[in-house]
């Protein structure tokens, strides 16, 4: 079964470009998250989504990030315009069902964003 | 302050020691304790899963959770070089709908053939 599926894997941008990364969860997985992950850090969640329902987007700073999920399935994450600070792992994760607070979450590799 | 705490190490061992890796968290209302693996340039992957006080087993890994104390531990027998890695501990709470999970920032752990 493939896992947790992310594009692009690397990504370099000048500052004030916008930037987009693509997201295919495990199929079945109604429940998808996108985290950031800063250097020696923990990931932290950004947004969570039940099927095409945003369910959690209270710590995506909503003046330059957007999330979309179309049909429920895929996903994308855009920054626009992005930051230097924005320089991170960007995580996608995705779960059966995350009700009841003890679901598997299953993490992507990753888009790991430089922004000069 | 943060709600939960992981010394970030990195912490280096010989093959064959047992690594002890632990995480302090401040929410009691924190149920569900769990210990994530990352390998560089990698997702994390999910190693072991608790929900009550006291000691799982599985294989050569053994977490153990104190809530009085606010404490879990992740314990790794017979370590490997393939062992090296990040491990970060990652905790929730218990919602009627939604998995939020709080990471540690992770400990570096190298095992040294």
């Known amino acids: 079964e493939a896992g947790v599926v992310q594009s692009p894997r690397y990504k370099i941008i000048e500052k004030k470009q916008p930037v987009a990364f693509w997201c295919n969860p495990i199929s079945g997985h109604n429940t998808l998250y996108w985290y950031l992950q800063n250097l020696g850090q923990g990931p932290e969640l950004l947004i969570r989504y039940e099927n095409e329902e945003a369910v959690d987007d209270s710590q995506l700073p909503k003046d330059r990030f957007s999330a979309e999920r179309l049909k429920g399935v895929d996903s994308t994450l855009k920054i626009q315009p992005a930051e230097l600070g924005d320089s991170a792992v960007y995580l996608c994760?995705?779960?059966?069902?995350?009700?009841?607070?003890?679901?598997?979450?299953?993490f992507g590799p990753g888009t790991r964003l430089t922004v000069l | 302050q943060k709600e939960v705490e992981q010394d970030p190490g990195p912490l280096s061992v010989p093959e064959g020691a047992i690594v002890s890796l632990n995480c302090t968290y401040s929410n009691s209302a924190f149920q569900y304790f769990m210990w994530y693996r990352q390998y560089s340039r990698k997702g994390p992957e999910l190693l072991m899963y608790t929900y009550s006080s006291g000691n799982k087993e599985d294989g050569r890994f053994t977490a153990q959770v104190d809530k009085s104390s606010k404490y879990i531990s992740l314990f790794i027998r017979d370590s490997q070089p393939s062992d090296s890695a990040t491990y970060l501990c990652a905790m929730s709470t218990f919602l009627a709908a939604g998995n939020k999970l709080t990471f540690g920032g992770g400990t570096r752990v190298l095992v040294k053939p």
């Open positions: 994760a995705s779960s059966l069902d995350a009700s009841g607070g003890k679901d598997t979450q299953y």
